[in-house]
């Protein structure tokens, strides 16, 4: 059973900076893709940005040039660096991990707080 642990939510003032993590262990094949996802309350979860094994990186526009998506294959760890943080992005962040077979798991989510 894949097993997803996330971290580095809070709270932070507008203008500042977070880092999320997130770790996957137990998969029995290869992480294919990792991804960052999103929920504000009563809106739908909507892609953050995501990346594959090779390196090609695909962020949503609304964070394009604020966060950046990385990843150690080594330790399948995804991690997505958030700047310029505004109240808007305020919402639960979830991790996505999908293996070779097109199998998907999700963490539990991390509170993201923006503060004006």
């Known amino acids: 059973q894949v097993q997803l642990v996330e971290s580095g939510g809070g709270l932070v003032q507008a203008g500042g900076s977070l880092r999320l993590s997130c770790a996957a262990s137990g998969s029995r094949f290869s992480i294919k893709t990792m991804g960052w996802f999103r929920q504000a309350p009563g809106k739908q979860r909507e892609l953050v940005a995501i990346?594959?094994?090779?390196?090609?990186?695909n962020h949503a526009d609304s964070v394009k040039g604020r966060f950046t998506i990385s990843r150690d294959n080594a330790k399948n760890t995804v991690f997505l660096q958030m700047n310029s943080l505004k109240p808007e992005d305020t919402a639960v962040y979830y991790c996505r991990v999908t293996d070779t077979f097109s199998a998907s798991y999700w963490g539990q989510g991390t509170q993201v707080t923006v503060s004006s």
């Open positions: 990346i594959i094994s090779g390196g090609t990186t």
